[in-house]
């Protein structure tokens, strides 16, 4: 009956195809001996090559070592080929700030993988169950996920992992392994309410069985199973906006904001997801706080900040976009100081900018002021010395309508992000600053009633 079942779950979700080579993952309880047994019987009919995998995580002491004998004399007897690794769990946890939980299941992902290349294989089966499942909803739910969590456990991921077993229930496959005889080690640590899965599998499902509803397991899957059909259909427009409007490189994705912004929540979520699984891989231990800390970056006076997030994702809000990407951006000093003419250019090679200038008559500037908007105008005769173009300085002001502003607060106030404010041309004579780029202009120097000599600055791009 099982057998039967979870061939018709592998045949339903097209998990292995004729020619597979994969990697189990075994820890010698049920669940895993269970699955190596059916994929053991059905190695002849999809012609696949089994390798299992097992990690002593050095929690259990004497009876770890139990299971990986244990392991070892069930894939000797199959003809199984099979790997056991050691590693201090509780230790890596520890200097990596990560739970027992998060910690354990990172390595033994990056085991299977490893293992995975080592051996050419092209799947990674994993033997979750419908308990499982539930569990795992739940789980989410108290960690306040979105309808991408509510869809639970997924049959098969990235084309790679696969959950044959999915729609098998524990007590189904205690049976399975009784009826042959296969005597699967049990970790006690299960039947210790300390860890959080294990209070939701010994205390929260019981107590939902007993005072809500006893077929509660059964329920929360069907509602998952329902939850993923409407989750398909967002997904794909999801998919198809993500590929519309990001830009794409190597190791990030660019997100214009005003293209953004505009989307449904539900869409920004899953774009979000998107970006941060392009870049990752995956989108393990990114969750929906994650992306609602992102969403926040939206408004324009977020511009300039930066988000660490885990597994070293980088995100930065800059003026035009949303940056995801796991590079972090080093935001590097641009100096540079040249004298500038009163009659002629000056070329500063470190923008790619061309500074060109005229000195003329108080007449000709009436004539001339309305036909190039960008050019700045200032009173030769309140110059004082050398003119210079340079990058800022620290302590440099100019003078606007209320006062003297600090260059650092007028940059803050205009939302020019960090590693764009030394990119800007700084105009200054021997005492003052005439102008910041094409943005600003100071009062000391403008045009009057009583200038005679003008002089005309343009900035162009070389």
Same mark, same amino acid.
């Given at each position: ?38 994929? #053991?019987?059905?190695? $002849?009919?999809?012609?696949?090559? *089994? ?5 002593? @995580?050095?929690? !259990? +002491? &004497? %009876? ?12 000797e007897e199959m ?51 419908? #308990?499982?499942?539930? $569990?795992?909803?739940?789980?989410? *739910? ?5 309808? @991408?969590?509510? !869809? +639970? &456990? %997924? ?141 926040e970056l939206e ?132 005492e003052d600053v ?29």
């Amino acid at each position: 009956m099982i057998f039967e079942k979870v061939l018709d779950t592998i045949n339903r979700h097209n998990l292995i195809e004729k020619g597979d080579k994969i990697v189990l993952g075994i820890s010698g309880g049920p669940d895993s001996v269970c699955l190596l047994h059916i994929l #053991n019987r059905l190695k $002849e009919q999809f012609d696949i090559e *089994i390798y299992a995998a097992h990690l002593n @995580h050095q929690i !259990r +002491g &004497i %009876e770890a070592q139990k299971d990986a004998l244990y392991v070892t004399r069930l894939c000797e007897e199959m003809g199984i080929k099979y790997f056991v690794r050691s590693i201090d769990v509780p230790k890596y946890c520890q200097e990596n700030k990560l739970s027992i939980e998060d910690g354990a299941r990172k390595l033994r992902y990056e085991m299977f993988f490893e293992i995975m290349q080592r051996t050419h294989a092209n799947k990674i089966a994993i033997a979750h169950n419908v #308990n499982d499942q539930a $569990e795992t909803i739940l789980m989410r *739910i108290m960690r306040g996920t979105g309808l @991408h969590g509510l !869809r +639970g &456990i %997924e049959y098969i991921r990235d084309n790679v992992i696969i959950r044959p077993i999915l729609d098998i229930e524990r007590s189904e496959i205690e049976s399975y392994c009784e009826q042959y005889n296969l005597n699967p080690r049990i970790d006690q640590t299960n039947l210790d309410p300390i860890y959080t899965r294990n209070k939701i599998r010994l205390k929260l499902l019981p107590y939902m069985q007993e005072n809500f509803n006893s077929n509660v397991t059964k329920a929360i899957v069907r509602m998952s199973s329902s939850i993923k059909e409407d989750s398909d259909y967002i997904e794909s427009k999801a998919l198809m906006k993500f590929e519309e409007i990001c830009l794409i490189s190597d190791d990030s994705i660019d997100i214009p904001i005003d293209l953004f912004v505009d989307l449904h929540n539900s869409i920004k979520y899953r774009v979000l997801r998107y970006a941060i699984k392009y870049v990752l891989g995956d989108t393990n231990f990114i969750d929906q706080k994650h992306i609602l800390e992102i969403i926040e970056l939206e408004p324009e006076k977020k511009v300039g900040k930066k988000l660490n997030l885990p597994r070293g994702l980088f995100v930065y809000r800059k003026k035009n976009s949303i940056i995801i990407t796991i590079k972090e951006i080093v935001s590097e000093e641009i100096e540079f100081c040249y004298n500038v003419p009163k009659n002629g250019f000056v070329k500063i090679k470190e923008l790619g900018t061309l500074v060109e200038t005229e000195t003329m008559s108080i007449e000709k500037y009436n004539l001339t002021k309305n036909e190039h908007k960008g050019d700045k105008w200032f009173d030769v005769d309140k110059i004082k010395g050398d003119l210079n173009v340079r990058s800022r300085r620290p302590g440099d002001k100019i003078n606007i309508s209320v006062g003297n502003k600090k260059l650092k607060n007028l940059f803050i106030d205009m939302k020019i992000p960090k590693e764009e404010r030394s990119k800007i041309p700084i105009i200054a004579d021997n005492e003052d600053v005439l102008c910041v780029g094409t943005y600003r202009v100071s009062e000391m120097f403008k045009v009057d009633e009583s200038t005679k000599e003008v002089l005309k600055v343009c900035f162009k791009k070389l």
